[in-house]
């Protein structure tokens, strides 16, 4: 027995030893691949080597496949090793071929089916001090694309250019090892610094999730213990809240928690956002790049970035939940009437902030929605030029369009939003809190303390933070590539998902009447409704499908559905 | 058995819930200093001084929008910056010697502290000889 161990023992030993060294060995080559430099030398005789294929490489990184387009298409006039049309790269040309401004070849009486060269010469791609006039990828990529090969500019494929640009990053030893460049990722590199990719968030961030969720559980047993002693003095949360409030005010099968839901998502948009506001740059050359820097080179900055946008989508959803359940239980009945209206000018402000923060991205997603909403404004009679004007700032979209996008969003927006969330929490405390009958027509009496009354807020933000983190891991924000100056219709033409159901309805008619007033006439319904409908009266009050409103209820399904079966159709793709 | 000090089962709770929720804000806090820990590495930059016959051997040639002084010395091409060093103004030319505006700084033809705040000489600027006998001036690295 003790035989078989010992042999067994020396035997994974030896695994382990053929395993590490191969292991070595191979990220070694893979090393030497990657940061393999460039000399460029004027040697007298020429060899013949350096025409020949570059090997396969399997399974071959975006550089390798670079490296085959490069030669094939590239290396004829740039080199073999990017060096430019040199004397020495022309002397690998036939003798008779070695001129190649002779005419009848590339001078100005090139042959009808080739390109004359310009007389500067062919540039070089590697080395100090080329390609100083693209600062980034993005820029590089996309002079490949249009004007590249010089016999058929724009010939090249998305891919081909990517793939080109990889390349050329390798020949200067700026290749990200294991990094593929695209429109989503490749703006952000620069050509001229090497970058270190920071390292993965997913440990830290699962780790955070494990202790949210320890907390979670914390809470939870702390909550079901009941505690009936009294407990030590209320700190500054406790006292935000009143001593007590009755149970019933405080279920999360009665209220779903979106109030409250909605209130911490708009305080981790301030935070994130204030975040994001470091790196952010709103110049439209700058904009899309600088958000793909916050994706792709700053540590954590697509969990805070992913965090930003998907608190901003699920508040929306959440605000839409709220809505719903004030409406299906009859909430706002007197004297909640004029906090409701407060409640949908709020979901207004949310909208617009959703929708400038799109905007703010600068990139070829937001590209068609930017244009098409600011003409839906020039609909609008009399003052439609002039809002045009006010918002846009020019006579299309351009660079004081992004400055007072960003200016609204950062601030002006955000102010209001504040205001009116403020005033509406002001108003439920007034309003004598969650809608629940008068004392004399309530059939229960239990209350739960203000120190209760924390705790299941405290567990909702933790479960809260937790989902959101999990989102945030797993579906990035999305980014495209930068808007490029040319007005080429390359962007994505879908509207942003919350406005898919005006997008939809667009496609029936005229703009004002359908893009505009239909909205509106939305928005003004959903307001009025405890103004214009029956209301439930108080007794009804604390549940779910009281009888009195149940116009408004049906009303508020319909247009809800309404919406909802507009979005779907306009996510469908075509 | 002993009856030691224990704690109750509140306050046991409290003191857990308190410490998971602090170790969540002190990993918070750690990706929030590292979120903030990103820079650009700088790019190095490079002037264009033009031939090498433009700095004939006891020549002393200041560029002011640099701002360095270029010699010849017996055909040693040497490049001082003249930013002080003491808190970084331009320095002015005195004759022989380069005096700075802000606080007074004083600096010989070789960049040796002559007086004032500064404490370090001026810093050496990397030349570099191109092929046809163009010069390049390196400020960082």
Known sequence: ?574 | MNKTTYISRRDFLKLSTNALFGLSGLLGLVGLIRYFDYYLPEAPVEFDLGDIANYPVGSRTVRSDIPAVIYNKDGEIEAHSLVCTHLGCTLAENGAEFDCPCHGSRFDDNGVVLAGPAQKPLKTLRIEILEGGMLKLHTKG
């Not at chain 1, 010469?121 to 600062?135: E, N, T, V, W, Y």
């Not at chain 1, 609008?380 to 030029?385: C, F, K, M, N, R």
């Not at chain 1, 739960?448 to 959101?468: G, K, S």
């Open chain 1, 1 to 574: 027995m003790r035989r078989a161990t010992i042999l067994i023992i020396i035997g994974i030993l030896a695994l382990g030893v053929v395993f590490v060294s191969s292991v070595s060995v191979g990220t070694s080559t893979a090393l030497q691949q990657a940061t393999a430099t460039v000399s460029i030398q004027i040697t007298p005789t020429f060899d013949i080597n350096r025409l020949a294929q570059p090997p396969t490489v399997i399974p071959p990184a975006q550089a390798d496949n670079g490296e085959q387009i490069y030669w094939g298409m590239c290396a004829v006039c740039h080199g073999d090793q990017g060096q430019g049309l040199t004397e020495d790269w022309v002397n690998s040309f036939p003798v008779e071929e070695r001129n190649c401004w002779d005419s009848g070849c590339h001078a100005s009486d090139a042959p009808a089916n080739s390109f004359e060269l310009p007389q500067t010469g062919i540039p070089a791609l590697a080395g100090a001090g080329k390609l100083s006039r693209f600062s980034n990828s993005f820029e590089l990529y996309r002079h490949i694309h249009q004007n590249m090969p010089f016999l058929r500019a724009g010939s090249l494929t998305s891919e081909e250019a990517w793939s080109l640009t990889a390349y050329i990053l390798r020949m200067n030893d700026r290749e990200l090892a294991g990094f593929t460049l695209n429109g989503n990722a490749g703006a952000a590199i620069p050509v001229h610094h090497k970058v270190k990719l920071p390292e993965s968030q997913i440990p830290g961030a699962l780790i955070l999730v494990g202790v949210l969720t320890l907390c979670v559980v914390a809470v939870g047993v702390n909550i079901q213990s009941k505690q009936t002693a009294l407990p030590s003095k209320p700190n500054f949360f406790h006292h935000l809240h009143p001593p007590s409030i009755p149970a019933a005010q405080s279920r999360f099968s009665y209220t779903l928690g979106a109030g409250g839901a909605a209130v911490f998502l708009s305080f981790i948009l301030l935070v994130t956002g204030l975040l994001e506001m470091y790196y952010y740059v709103p110049t439209p050359e700058q904009a899309a790049i600088s958000v793909e820097t916050i994706t792709t080179l700053v540590p954590f900055g697509s969990l805070i970035r992913n965090l930003h946008y998907w608190s901003a989508q699920f508040l929306v959803i959440v605000m839409s939940i709220h809505l719903l359940r004030v409406t299906l239980t009859g909430a706002y009945a007197p004297p909640r009437r004029f906090n409701h209206l407060l409640g949908v000018a709020l979901l207004a402000f949310i909208l617009l902030l959703d929708f400038t923060g799109y905007v703010l991205r600068w990139d070829e997603g937001i590209h068609w929605a930017l244009v098409v909403g600011a003409n839906m404004l020039k609909t609008i009679p009399w003052i439609g030029e002039s809002m045009y004007q006010f918002v846009i700032g020019g006579s299309e979209p351009g660079a004081p369009t992004l400055i007072r996008f960003y200016a609204w969003h950062i601030f002006g927006l955000t102010l209001g939003a504040v205001i009116l969330m403020a005033w509406h929490a002001f108003r439920v405390r007034r309003d004598g809190g969650i809608a629940i009958p008068p004392p004399t027509q309530r059939k229960e009496h239990e209350r739960i303390t203000r120190f209760d009354l924390l705790r299941r807020e405290v567990l909702a933000m933790t479960v809260i933070v937790v989902i959101l983190i999990l989102f945030s891991l797993l579906i990035p924000a999305p980014i495209a590539q930068p808007i490029s100056a040319i007005n080429t219709m390359t962007g994505d033409s879908q509207a942003p998902w919350f406005f898919l159901w005006i997008q939809q309805l667009l496609k029936f008619g005229d703009p004002f009447l359908l893009g505009i007033l239909v909205p509106v006439l939305v928005v003004v319904v959903l307001a009025a409704m405890p103004y214009i409908l029956p209301n439930a009266k108080s007794e009804e009050l604390g549940k779910w499908f009281p009888r009195g409103n149940r116009i408004a209820q049906i009303l508020a399904v319909l247009i809800m559905a309404v919406i909802l079966a507009l979005t779907v159709w306009g996510a469908i793709p075509k």
